[in-house]
């Protein structure tokens, strides 16, 4: 999510949505009562009292929010409200309307009562997770670049300064260049604790200097390889373009929250009381601060059942303001086929919490 703009006394944030995550995000976010603001289309009559033609017009308006539904099968939240400012010439002031938001989109939201801090915090956090390292390559260029939530930063940048290819000595350029390029990627990804490297480049180069960081870095290190039109800067910013960091980030959560269940499971067995799953189960434990990991299937947040979606916001509310590291899992992923059996919601407690386990919320209670 990036932030596009925020004018505090008037509650005012302006956002442009860049990822499914942001998505589920504003669906928890937005409530009945604010205002938003996008960009829309809606079916407008033309002739004499709307007797003629219709046709699709592309306008911006600004509604007062009625609800908000996330719709699984279009990756968008429908936004329901009376329009309160519009264009006067179309006469959709006082009308319904709904606003579709997906990835891409952008939107201002207005909260009259003001924001949060940690809803703020929430949305400023809403990027990457993880921290990529890309390394852009090619035969004349190269950039290391450190991607995460706040932004990217560029943090080697150089020329490989090879010989001509007629030159015997190319070869062996060639190797020397690749062994320097691939231990400043190690170093940065060490320092920045990165989850994974990406090495994107046209040509054989790519696939070099990704053998070496693999060499360096040993064998547990996630080194991924990609084709891109060139190397420099230029080549970073082209594998953010094409959503390769994005992919690979997601790929790194849904790894990280299988992790976090395999441990999960393994306290389940070794020590029980520093475990919640199900839906009352952790409800409890996020009331006694107790929770360190909360892992969320997706479908919780836009079930059908309003009363079930309300238990489920105010969860995550609380739990994000007692410090709880939250992880949504998608429900199609190995991850989220572990969890849904676990009643599709399960944290790791900072510490065993003695109580009577309560009935855990069922995987037919998912449903819907």
């Not at 703009?5 to 860049?18: A, I, N, P, Q």
């Not at 600004?62 to 409200?81: A, D, H, L, W, Y």
């Not at 020329?159 to 062996?172: A, M, N, R, T």
Request: hydrophobic share 40%; glycine share 10%.
């Amino acid at each position: 999510m990036k932030i596009l703009g925020f004018d505090e006394k008037r509650g005012e944030l302006r956002l442009r949505v860049e990822s499914m995550d942001d998505v589920w995000l504003l669906s928890l976010i937005i409530r009945p009562g604010d205002y938003v603001r996008a960009l829309t289309v809606r079916e407008i009559k033309f002739g004499e009292r709307g007797s003629g033609r219709s046709s699709r017009v592309a306008m911006t308006l600004t509604i007062r929010v009625r609800s908000v539904e996330f719709q699984p099968f279009t990756n968008k939240i429908r936004i329901r409200g009376i329009v309160i400012e519009g264009p006067e010439r179309f006469g959709v002031k006082g009308k319904h309307h709904t606003i579709s938001i997906g990835v891409g989109n952008e939107l201002t939201i207005i909260r009259e009562d003001g924001w949060p801090g940690y809803v703020l915090r929430k949305i400023r956090d809403a990027g990457l997770r993880v921290k990529v390292v890309v390394v852009a390559v090619d035969y004349d260029d190269y950039a290391i670049a450190i991607v995460r939530g706040q932004g990217v930063r560029v943090v080697v940048e150089g020329s490989l300064h090879l010989p001509g290819k007629d030159d015997p000595s190319w070869e062996e350029g060639l190797r020397k260049a690749v062994t320097v390029i691939a231990k400043q990627a190690v170093q940065a990804m060490k320092s920045a604790e990165a989850d994974a490297v990406v090495v994107v480049g046209p040509g054989r180069v790519k696939n070099l200097v990704a053998e070496k960081i693999r060499e360096l870095a040993g064998p547990g290190a996630r080194i991924i390889v990609e084709s891109a039109s060139m190397g420099g800067e230029a080549g970073v910013r082209e594998a953010i373009r094409r959503g390769l960091i994005e992919r690979v980030a997601k790929e790194a959560e849904i790894t990280a929250a299988e992790r976090l269940l395999d441990e999960l499971n393994l306290l389940i067995v070794k020590n029980p009381e520093q475990v919640a799953y199900g839906l009352p189960d952790v409800e409890y434990a996020v009331e006694c601060n107790a929770v360190r990991e909360l892992l969320v299937l997706d479908t919780l947040l836009y079930s059908e059942d309003p009363e079930k979606r309300r238990r489920v916001e105010e969860l995550l509310e609380k739990a994000d303001k007692r410090a709880a590291r939250i992880r949504i899992v998608p429900v199609h992923s190995p991850a989220g086929m572990r969890l849904k059996s676990l009643g599709g919601i399960a944290a790791i407690l900072r510490y065993p919490l003695p109580r009577q386990r309560t009935e855990t919320l069922g995987s037919r209670d998912l449903e819907g």
